[in-house]
């Protein structure tokens, strides 16, 4: 019987997970802020940030948020511009003028804003932010979007 008890005891001790450190578990990710560096063809890269850490820097907030998605399909409360990822570059004259300033990109999916990140990065921007997975990411993490009429 002892025995039974020490068996069953010592299979919940291996059952426990063990993150020392590591990522959160598969699908838990956008509760944690989390970034990455991701390189541009040509030199230089831009910052790739998901939901949680987008979250937590609109606390306070020292960047232009800017939605490049088209056709619009709203955006994250804060959102300070929309413009086209494809004319993002075209439109720098609506950018900070000081090239290090952080600017911070979204759009539905995260693909448009993965574009306009690298044309950004390639017209001399050094700190250049895309919200990873776009707004889809945003609303899976619990956030909700807003829709003005632009």
């Known amino acids: 019987m002892r025995r039974g008890k020490w068996f069953f005891g010592a299979s919940l001790i291996f059952m426990i997970p063990m993150t020392g450190g590591r990522s959160p578990a598969p699908g838990l990710e956008h509760h944690h802020p989390q970034t990455r560096a991701v390189a541009v063809d040509g030199g230089g890269a831009y910052t790739d940030v998901n939901a949680a850490g987008l979250a937590d820097m609109l606390r306070e907030k020292t960047f232009p948020l800017i939605n490049v998605h088209i056709p619009y399909e709203g955006e994250i409360e804060g959102t300070d511009l929309v413009i086209p990822f494809d004319q993002v ?7 900070p003028s000081d090239k290090n300033a952080k600017i911070v990109l979204s759009c539905r999916s995260g693909a448009m804003s993965a574009t306009a ?16 997975g776009g707004m889809l990411a945003w609303t899976q993490a619990g956030y909700r979007l807003i829709h003005k009429s632009r």
């Open 89 to 95: 570059a075209a439109n720098v004259g609506k950018l």
């Open 117 to 132: 990140a690298s044309a950004l990065v390639r017209a001399g921007y050094t700190n250049v932010w895309n919200l990873g």
